[in-house]
């Protein structure tokens, strides 16, 4: 796939972090090559970009600036003013979507069908704007762009043996091209590109954003030159176009500056949001390695206030998948969606990292004295669970996937729901329990969705959009 881009893309608005009453942003540009975006105007002052990155035909661009946390205030770009609704201290409204996509062909499907769930977004926004717009996973499929290049055509079914130095420096540019060309026609569409220019967006990424099933492949595949081009590639335009940073330019809302693993927090009056990385350390046997497990360790011993939210991309409540996996494992036919059961908390392979996760939750949920809420992406469905965490307090779990990728059939919705029917308990004492998106009878609903979070006098609430059942009625989680 290639685009030419004959109109600067942009602004798209990234929260960089919260610090002293300001919000810290950064307005990502995407033009043509030639082309110098105009600066942000802010009153008297002029913000400019600086170039981020170069490809062929065309730079990504980045300018810094802030804005007030306690109000809605505007900023001004090539004579147009955009209001951003960045009130963090009281009632807020924050968007949740994932999965922004599909694996096969996304880019040739037709626009308002694609992105007739991003319209919807942005009247719920023009009707009630939000301060956030929350991206849980799967920003991209990039499961194309290994295509049309001799040594990445056939992975990760095939590797080839030794590749030449000049040969994957000609995967690589195939694939930053590749990237560049995916996030460009994403940020383009114009409903996404309403929203993105005056919303600040928090983002984490997922297997898509990489490939599919990053880090559950075998390691012979992952570890191979070809598997690390694909990864660094990614990686790169993953800090570019998800968070309008670079190497060694990360913003400082990241727990570990270095890059080493991607996982970020936000702190604002009374809430906390936590997105742990689950990818940058993933292998088949672990899901966060070193740098992520001390992120997550840190906060539970930190003293926050209010409510956290905690992304995590792929749910962190489910049901059982061990019978699942047992039934794969004798089944040829059904071997090859092996990948996508180990990506999950609840696969056999990962049962103590989920115990030691939920371990923590609790130990956030206890000592802040406080609800937790997770949310998360990925499966496709909507859905929502609960678990206790002792001492009258609660994790809910909220799915809202996918924005923009179709429903699976209700057939595979009704058997999750059955799978769910049989319970778990990772941890004596606290079962999980699989509970239905208000309005809907099954547990898992097969509708495109996104999800709005809401904190009305301290209080929180969230609702999902369901693309042919409608808005739900609210559903309080404290």
Same mark, same amino acid.
């Given at each position: 796939m290639s685009i030419?881009?004959?109109?600067?893309?942009?602004?798209?608005?990234?929260?960089?972090? &919260?610090?002293?009453?300001?919000?810290?942003?950064?307005?990502?540009?995407?033009a043509a090559r030639g082309y110098v975006p105009p600066p942000i105007i802010l009153g008297d002052a002029e913000v400019h970009a600086m170039a981020l990155a170069e490809y062929d035909?065309?730079?990504?661009?980045?300018?810094?600036?802030?804005?007030?946390?306690?109000?809605?205030?505007?900023?001004?770009?090539?004579?147009?003013s955009y209001e951003v609704a960045g009130d963090l201290t009281g009632d807020i409204?924050?968007?949740?979507?994932?999965?922004?996509?599909?694996?096969?062909?996304?880019?040739?499907?037709?626009?308002?069908?694609?992105?007739?769930?991003?319209?919807?977004?942005?009247?719920?926004?023009?009707a009630k704007p939000f301060a956030l717009m929350l991206h849980g996973g799967d920003q991209v499929y990039a499961d194309e762009i290994t295509l049309?290049?001799?040594?990445?055509?056939?992975?990760?079914d095939r590797k080839p043996?030794?590749?030449?130095?000049?040969?994957?420096?000609?995967?690589?540019?195939?694939?930053r091209e590749g990237f560049f060309a995916r996030y460009a026609a994403i940020y383009s569409?114009?409903?996404?590109?309403?929203?993105?220019?005056?919303?600040?967006?928090?983002?984490?990424?997922?297997?898509?954003?990489?490939?599919?099933?990053?880090?559950?492949?075998?390691?012979?595949?992952?570890?191979?030159? &070809?598997?690390?081009?694909?990864?660094?590639?990614?990686?790169?335009?993953?800090?570019?176009?998800?968070?309008?940073?670079?190497?060694?330019?990360?913003?400082?809302?990241?727990?570990?500056?270095?890059g080493r693993h991607l996982g970020w927090g936000i702190s604002a009056p009374g809430l906390r949001i936590l997105a742990p990385d689950l990818r940058s350390e993933r292998t088949r046997d672990q899901i966060m390695g070193t740098g992520g497990w001390a992120m997550m360790t840190a906060e539970a011993l930190r003293k926050a206030e209010g409510h956290t939210l905690l992304m995590s991309s792929v749910p962190l409540l489910g049901p059982r998948l061990s019978l699942l996996e047992a039934l794969m494992a004798v089944i040829p036919r059904m071997q090859k969606y092996e990948d996508d059961l180990r990506d999950q908390w609840q696969s056999r392979a990962h049962r103590e990292e989920w115990q030691r996760m939920l371990k923590l939750v609790i130990q956030i949920g206890q000592r802040d004295g406080h609800h937790l809420t997770a949310i998360s992406g990925e499966i496709h469905?909507?859905?929502?669970?609960?678990?206790?965490?002792?001492?009258?307090?609660?994790?809910?779990?909220? &799915?809202?996937?996918?924005?923009?990728?179709?429903?699976?059939?209700?057939?595979?919705?009704h058997f999750l729901g059955a799978l769910a029917s049989?319970?778990?308990?990772?941890?004596?004492?606290?079962?999980?329990?699989?509970?239905? &998106?208000?309005?809907?009878?099954?547990?898992?609903?097969?509708?495109?969705?996104?999800?709005?979070?809401?904190?009305?006098?301290g209080t929180w609430s969230a609702r999902w959009d369901l693309e042919t059942s409608g808005m739900t009625k609210s559903l309080a989680l404290c």
């Open positions: 030419l881009v004959t109109s600067p893309i942009g602004p798209i608005l990234f929260l960089d972090g &919260v610090r002293e009453g300001r919000l810290s942003l950064s307005a990502l540009f995407i035909h065309a730079i990504a661009w980045r300018a810094r600036f802030s804005l007030p946390a306690d109000r809605t205030s505007a900023y001004a770009w090539d004579g147009v409204r924050l968007a949740y979507v994932s999965c922004n996509g599909e694996e096969i062909a996304d880019m040739e499907r037709e626009g308002s069908e694609r992105n007739a769930m991003w319209a919807r977004l942005r009247e719920s926004y023009q049309d290049h001799k040594l990445s055509h056939d992975w990760p043996d030794d590749p030449s130095p000049p040969a994957l420096a000609d995967l690589r540019h195939h694939l569409t114009p409903e996404l590109a309403w929203l993105a220019a005056r919303t600040p967006s928090l983002m984490q990424w997922d297997d898509h954003d990489i490939c599919d099933g990053w880090g559950s492949l075998h390691r012979s595949l992952t570890e191979s030159q &070809v598997g690390q081009t694909v990864f660094s590639v990614a990686r790169e335009s993953f800090l570019i176009f998800q968070q309008a940073a670079r190497e060694g330019d990360l913003p400082f809302r990241f727990a570990d500056r270095s469905l909507a859905a929502r669970a609960v678990m206790d965490l002792g001492h009258g307090l609660h994790l809910n779990q909220l &799915v809202a996937s996918g924005i923009a990728h179709r429903a699976p059939p209700k057939a595979w919705a049989l319970g778990e308990q990772p941890l004596p004492g606290h079962p999980i329990r699989i509970k239905t &998106v208000p309005g809907q009878s099954e547990r898992y609903t097969a509708e495109r969705n996104y999800l709005l979070l809401d904190r009305s006098s």
